[in-house]
C-alpha cells in the first residue's frame, strides 16, 4: 500500500509538472522495486527535462527494453526517438544514430505502426543539416502522414515544424511561415508534451530570427517566456535555450542589462554536460550585449567561449575588432565568414557588418556590392527587418560617397522601420547617419536635433561606445566650425590626417582631384599651416580625425 501511495504521488507530481519532486518520488519508488514502463517514460521525461542527461538516456533504454519485451513496438519506436535526442544533447551523436538503427531494424522485423514515423525526425534533420532540403521535406512530410493516422500530435507538430524549417530553406518563406504556424497552434493550446512545446518554441524562433522576422520571434519569445514561468521547477538544458531567446528579446528592446543577466543564467545552465553543445550560442548573446555595452575585454572573453563551444563568432567578433580599431582583422575575419557560406539568408546576417567595416576601412568598393547584394535579398524575401538593414547599408555608402541627398530617404526608411519594430539602438545609429547626411547638407539645425535623439538614445541603453562615436563627431565639427573650415574641408583634413593622397581623398569622396586640391589650398590658408604632416597634427590637436 506503502509503494502505491509513492507511486500515485509520483504520478500526480508529474501531471503537475513538478518535475523535480516527481523525479525524488520515482527514484524512492523505483529503488524499492522496479517502476512499470509507463511510469519509467514519466521518469524519463522529468529527468531529460532537468537536463539530467545520463539518467535520463538510462531510463529510456529500459523502456525501450521494456516495450520490446512486451512487443509494444510502437511505443518503443518512440523512446528510441528521445532517447537519441537524450544522446544528441549529450553530444554522443554516434550512439544516438546507433539506437535509431537499432529501433529501424526492430520496426522492419516486427511492424513499428505508424509511431514509427519518430525514426523520420532524425533522419529529415540529418538530411536538412546535409543541404538535402528537398528530400527533408518530403521525408518530414512521410512523418507528418504517420503522426496523423496515428493520432499522435508530438509527432505531426514536430514533422510539420520541419516542413516549415525546409520551405524556408528553399528560399519559399511564405510558405514555411505557413508550416510553422500550423505547428505551433498545438504548443500553444498546450497539447503537446513538454519536451515537444519546448523544442518547437525554440526552433520557430530561430527560424523566425533567421529570415529576420523580428515581430513573429517577439511574438513567439513573449508566449515561450510566459509558459516557462508557469513552470517554477523547469530547469537545465531546456530553461537554458528559452534564456538565450529571452536575452535576445531583450536586448533588440534596449533592456541590455536585463539581457545580459539572462545570458549569463544561459551560460551556466548550459555548461554544466547536457546540452553544452547549445552552450556556445548562450557565450555569443552574452558576447554581443558586453560589446554594445562597451566592456571590450569581457565580451572577447565571451566570443572566445562561444568559439571554443564550436559556435560561429561572426558578425560579431568582427565588429568588436571595429570597435577595437582594428579594421584590419575585422575585414580579414567578415571577408572569411562570407567566403564559407552561399545561402542568401546566411548572409544577409553578416552583410551588415560586411557593409561598416568596409566603409571604415576605406573600401568604398566592397561596401557597395555589400549593400547591393542586401538590397537583392530584402527583395527576395521581404521583411521589415531586412529591409531596414538594407536600407541602412545603403544609405551609409551614399553617405560614404559623400552623396548625402541620395542617402537620406533610405536613411529615413530605415529610421522608421526600426522605429515600427520598436529596436531603440538601430534606430538611433540610423539617426547619427541622418544627422550626418542634414550637416553635409548644412541643415545644422535639423542636424543637432537628430544627433541630439541619438545621444539620448544611447545614454539610456548604455551604449558607451556609440556615445563616444557621437561625442567624437561634435568635437570635430566644434573645431572646423572654430577653423572656419566647411563640413566638406573637414571631411577633406580628416582623410589627410589619415594618410591619404589627393588621388584616394578623390575617389573616397567621389571629386575629381581638382576640387580635391582646391579644398587642400584652402585648409592649408584657413589653419595657416603649410604642408599636409602640419594639417594633419592640427587635426589630432583639435580632435578632427
Known amino acids: 500500500m506503502e509503494k502505491l501511495a509513492d507511486l500515485e504521488r509520483a504520478r500526480e507530481l508529474h501531471r503537475r509538472q513538478a518535475w523535480a519532486d516527481a523525479c525524488d518520488q520515482f527514484a524512492v519508488v523505483d529503488a524499492v522495486s522496479p517502476l512499470t514502463v509507463d511510469d519509467l517514460e514519466r521518469f524519463a521525461e522529468s529527468v531529460q527535462i532537468l537536463g539530467r542527461g545520463d539518467q535520463a538516456a538510462r531510463l529510456l533504454e529500459r523502456a525501450y527494453g521494456a516495450h ?28 544516438a544514430g546507433g539506437w535509431i538503427a537499432r529501433a529501424g531494424r526492430l520496426a522492419e522485423v516486427r511492424s513499428g505502426g505508424d509511431e514509427a514515423g519518430y ?52 528560399e519559399r518563406p511564405v510558405e514555411g511561415l505557413a508550416f510553422l504556424d500550423e505547428a505551433m497552434v498545438g504548443v500553444t493550446a498546450g497539447d503537446t508534451s513538454v519536451r515537444v512545446t519546448g523544442w518547437v518554441y525554440c526552433s520557430t ?23 516557462c514561468d508557469s513552470q517554477p521547477q523547469f530547469t537545465g538544458a531546456y530553461s537554458g535555450v528559452c534564456r538565450i531567446h529571452r536575452a535576445e528579446l531583450l536586448r533588440l528592446g534596449g533592456a541590455w542589462s ?5 545570458a549569463r543564467l544561459a551560460c551556466e545552465q548550459l555548461t554544466q554536460g547536457y546540452g553544452a553543445g547549445l552552450a556556445g550560442a548562450a557565450f555569443y ?103 531596414a538593414r538594407s536600407a541602412h547599408g545603403q544609405g551609409a555608402v551614399d553617405l560614404g560617397d559623400g552623396r548625402a541627398q541620395v542617402a537620406l ?19 538611433a545609429r540610423v539617426r547619427v547617419l541622418v544627422g550626418r547626411a542634414c550637416r553635409m547638407l548644412g541643415d545644422e539645425d535639423t542636424a543637432a536635433m537628430e544627433l541630439d535623439a541619438a545621444r539620448q538614445a544611447f545614454r539610456r541603453l548604455g551604449a558607451a561606445p556609440d556615445l563616444a562615436i557621437i561625442e567624437a563627431l561634435t568635437r570635430r565639427y566644434r573645431a572646423g566650425e572654430a577653423s572656419g573650415l566647411s563640413l566638406r574641408e573637414i571631411e577633406v583634413l580628416r582623410l589627410i590626417a589619415a594618410g591619404r593622397t589627393n588621388h584616394a581623398i578623390a575617389v573616397e569622396l ?31 590637436e583639435h580632435g578632427l580625425r
Open 258 to 262: 536585463d539581457a545580459a543577466r539572462e
Open 119 to 170: 525514426l523520420l525526425i532524425p533522419e529529415a534533420e540529418h538530411l536538412f543539416a546535409g543541404g538535402d532540403v528537398e528530400s527533408a521535406f518530403a521525408t518530414a512530410a512521410r512523418a507528418a502522414d504517420l503522426g496523423t493516422r496515428c493520432g499522435d500530435l508530438d509527432l505531426v507538430t514536430l514533422a510539420t515544424h520541419l516542413q516549415g524549417r525546409a520551405r524556408i530553406k528553399q
Open 68 to 95: 520490446v519485451d512486451a512487443g509494444t513496438v510502437g511505443p518503443a519506436m518512440r523512446c528510441a526517438f528521445w532517447l537519441h535526442e537524450a544522446l544528441a544533447l549529450l553530444g554522443e551523436f554516434g550512439h
Open 285 to 387: 548573446e552574452l558576447a554581443e550585449v558586453l560589446r554594445l555595452l562597451g566592456e571590450t575585454t569581457d565580451a572577447e572573453d565571451a566570443y572566445r567561449r562561444a568559439s571554443q563551444y564550436g559556435w560561429e563568432t561572426q558578425p560579431g567578433l568582427a565588429l568588436l575588432r571595429l570597435a577595437q580599431g582594428r579594421a584590419d582583422l575585422a575585414g580579414a575575419a567578415i571577408r572569411r565568414s562570407l567566403g564559407e557560406r552561399t545561402d542568401p539568408l546566411e548572409r544577409s546576417h553578416l552583410l551588415p557588418a560586411q557593409i561598416e567595416i568596409m566603409l571604415a576601412a576605406g573600401d568604398a568598393d566592397a561596401a557597395r556590392a555589400g549593400a547591393t547584394e542586401l538590397a537583392a535579398i530584402a527583395r527576395q524575401h521581404d521583411r521589415p527587418a531586412l529591409s
Open 510 to 540: 567621389v571629386l575629381s582631384e581638382r576640387t580635391v586640391a582646391r579644398h587642400v589650398s584652402n585648409i592649408f590658408t584657413k589653419l595657416s599651416v603649410g604642408s599636409r604632416t602640419a594639417a594633419a597634427l592640427y587635426a589630432f
Open 409 to 427: 530617404p533610405a536613411l529615413r526608411q530605415a529610421c522608421q522601420l526600426w522605429r515600427e519594430l520598436d529596436a531603440p539602438y538601430e534606430e
Open 205 to 227: 524562433i530561430v527560424a523566425c530570427h533567421e529570415l529576420h522576422e523580428v515581430r513573429r520571434a517577439r511574438e513567439w519569445i513573449r508566449a515561450l517566456n510566459a509558459w
